[in-house]
C-alpha cells in the first residue's frame, strides 16, 4: 500500500451554480476499501440466504423509501451536480423505479432445465457476492442505481463509489436503505477519489464484479486491473452520438428535439446527440428552424422550475468544454449567464470538418456541430466514423430506411423520430470505445450472477 494510500483526506462538494463549499465529506483510504469488503462479504451470506420473496420485499420498501424522500434528494442533486429540478425529480423517481423493476425479478430469475441423456440437467443462477460500483458525477443516482438495484435483486451485496464531486444523494440512499431495513452492510457507499477508493476496490480480492460507468480513459485501466483477477467488468463509457436527419424527415420535427439532445443535463450525458447529420438538401432549412430553438433555450439557477439548462459541474468541465470552441467559428449560440458559476451557452458549430477535435471527441458539454450528408450511404458512413458507439437517432419518414439504417449504424442504443436511450425496461450499454456489457432491461440481474450447470444422473451409482 502506497504512503499516499493510506493518508487521510476529505473532499469538499461544491454547489456549481454559486462555487459555494456546501459540504465536506471524507475520502475512504484502502483500508477502508478492505473494512467495507469485508463486512458486505458477511451481510452477503445473510442477504442471499433470506427467502426471494423477503428480498424482494425488502427491495420494494426501499423504493417507497426513496419515493417518501424524493423531494429532498432532488434538492440535494440540483445543489451538487447543478442539475435543473425538473431533472433531479426525474432522476430520483428513477431510482424507485429501478428498484421497484428490480424488485420485481428476485422471484423470477429462473435457471433452466435442459434436456440431456441419462439424467436431469438444471442451471443454477448464483449471485457473485461482493459488487463494486463506480458511478460518474453526470448522473450521480440514476447510474448508481443502474447497477446497485439489479446486483442486490441478484442476491448480491453492493460497494458503490460515487464520483469526487457527487458523493451526497448516494450517501442519503445508503442511509435510506436502512430504513427501509436492508441489512446493515449489505449497500455500504463510499466517496474517495477514484485513484484511491476507486482503484482500491477495483484491486480487492473480496470484489467479484466492478460496474464502472466514466470515461473510456478510465474504462480501459480498470479493464486491465480486472484482467488480473479475472474479475468480472461492466463498462459503460463514453460517446459521441449521431443524429441523422434524412431530407424526408418532419424537418421541424426534427429541428424542435435537436436542442435539448444535445444540451440536456448541460450537454454532460454519454448519450448527447453532438454530432448531427442533416441530408445537404434540408440543411439550410434546417439550421433556419434551429437558431431560434437553441436561442430560446433557458439557461441559468437549476433551482428554477424555468431553466431548462444548469452549470457544467466544475471549473476543470468549463475549462475543458472552452478548449474546443473558438470564439469566432461560425455557428448559433444561446445565452449564459455571467458571473460565479460554471456556465456555458448553447453551441452549435457549423462547417466543421468531421475530423476536427471537436467533431471527433466528447466534449462533455453544450456544444454540438452540423455536417451535411449527400445520401443514404453517406449518412451511414459519417454515422459510423467515430471510435464511439453509444447511441444515436435516425429521422425520416421512410420505415423502410428507418430499419436500414438502425441495422447499420454501429451503436448500443439507437431511437427512431426520437432521442431516446436511456429507459430501464430496456438493454443499455455501448459498441465500440463506448463499453462493454450492458446494464438495465429484462436480463439486468442475470449480469451479477454465475451460472453454475448440475447434472444428476437418473441412472444410479456406477457399479
Ligand atoms: P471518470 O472516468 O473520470 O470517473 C468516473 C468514476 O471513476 C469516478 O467515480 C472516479 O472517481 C472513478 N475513477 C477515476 N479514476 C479511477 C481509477 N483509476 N480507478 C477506479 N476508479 C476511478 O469520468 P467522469 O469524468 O466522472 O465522467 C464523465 C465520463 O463518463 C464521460 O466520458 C461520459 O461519457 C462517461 N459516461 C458514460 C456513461 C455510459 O453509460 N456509457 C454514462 C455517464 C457517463
Same mark, same amino acid.
Given at each position: ?35 467495507? +469488503? ?13 427467502? #426471494? ?22 434538492? @440535494? ?60 458525477? %453526470? ?18 451485496? +453492493?460497494?458503490?463509489? #460515487? ?25 455500504? +457507499?463510499? #466517496? ?10 477495483? %484491486? ?116 475543458? +468544454? ?83 439504417? @438502425? ?5 448500443? %442504443? ?50
Amino acid at each position: 500500500m502506497s504512503q499516499q494510500q493510506e493518508q487521510e483526506y476529505e473532499l469538499d462538494i461544491l454547489d456549481p451554480a454559486t462555487e459555494q463549499v456546501i459540504a465536506t465529506v471524507p475520502g475512504a483510504v484502502a483500508q477502508d476499501v478492505d473494512t467495507a +469488503v469485508r463486512r458486505a462479504a458477511q451481510a452477503q451470506q445473510r442477504w442471499a440466504a433470506l427467502a #426471494p420473496g423477503e428480498r424482494a420485499r425488502l427491495l420494494r420498501r426501499f423504493a417507497v423509501v426513496v419515493d417518501e424522500h424524493r423531494e429532498e434528494l432532488a434538492q @440535494s442533486e440540483v445543489r451538487e451536480a447543478g442539475h435543473t429540478v425538473g431533472n433531479a425529480r426525474w432522476e430520483a423517481g428513477n431510482v424507485r423505479d429501478l428498484l421497484d423493476y428490480a424488485a420485481g425479478g428476485v422471484e423470477r430469475l429462473t435457471g433452466r432445465q435442459i434436456p440431456v441423456p441419462g439424467g436431469l440437467d438444471v442451471t443454477l443462477l448464483e449471485p457473485l457476492g461482493v459488487v463494486g460500483v463506480i458511478a460518474p458525477w %453526470n448522473f450521480p443516482m440514476p447510474i448508481a442505481a443502474w447497477g446497485t438495484a439489479p446486483a442486490l435483486a441478484a442476491g448480491n451485496a +453492493v460497494i458503490l463509489k #460515487p464520483a469526487e464531486t457527487t458523493p451526497l444523494t448516494a450517501l442519503r440512499l445508503a442511509e435510506l436503505a436502512l430504513v427501509a431495513g436492508l441489512p446493515e452492510h449489505l449497500f455500504q +457507499v463510499l #466517496p474517495g477519489r477514484g485513484d484511491i477508493a476507486g482503484e482500491a476496490l477495483v %484491486n480487492h480480492p473480496g470484489v467479484a464484479k466492478i460496474v464502472f460507468t466514466g470515461s473510456t480513459r478510465v474504462g480501459r485501466r480498470i479493464m486491465a486491473l480486472c484482467a488480473d483477477r479475472m474479475k468480472r467488468v461492466t463498462l459503460e463509457l463514453g460517446g459521441k452520438s449521431p443524429n441523422l436527419v434524412f431530407a424526408d424527415a418532419d424537418i421541424e420535427a426534427a429541428a424542435a428535439a435537436a436542442p435539448m439532445s444535445f444540451l440536456d443535463n448541460s450537454g454532460q450525458d454519454c448519450c448527447a446527440r453532438t454530432r448531427i447529420l442533416v441530408q445537404r438538401s434540408v440543411h439550410d432549412r434546417f439550421l433556419e428552424l434551429l437558431a431560434p430553438a437553441i436561442e430560446s433555450v433557458t439557461v441559468g439557477d437549476p433551482a428554477d422550475e424555468k431553466t431548462d439548462m444548469g452549470p457544467l459541474i466544475s471549473k476543470a468541465q468549463l475549462e475543458r +468544454v472552452r478548449s474546443y470552441v473558438d470564439a469566432d467559428a461560425p455557428g448559433i449560440r444561446g445565452k449564459a449567464p455571467e458571473g460565479p458559476g460554471f456556465w456555458f451557452p448553447p453551441t452549435v458549430l457549423t462547417g466543421v470538418d468531421p475530423h476536427a477535435r471537436v467533431a471527433a471527441e466528447e466534449v462533455f458539454g453544450p456544444v454540438a456541430v452540423v455536417i451535411p450528408f449527400d445520401d443514404e450511404a453517406d449518412a451511414v458512413r459519417l454515422a459510423n466514423d467515430t471510435e464511439y458507439g453509444l447511441s444515436g437517432s435516425i429521422w425520416t419518414r421512410d420505415v423502410g430506411r428507418a430499419l436500414r439504417v @438502425s441495422q447499420a449504424v454501429k451503436a448500443g %442504443n439507437l431511437s427512431v423520430n426520437s432521442h431516446s436511450s436511456v429507459r430501464y425496461w430496456t438493454p443499455f450499454g455501448g459498441f465500440k470505445q463506448s463499453g462493454i456489457g450492458r446494464e438495465l432491461g429484462p436480463d439486468a440481474l442475470t449480469a451479477f450472477t454465475e451460472t453454475k450447470n448440475v447434472f444428476i444422473s437418473t441412472e444410479g451409482p456406477a457399479q
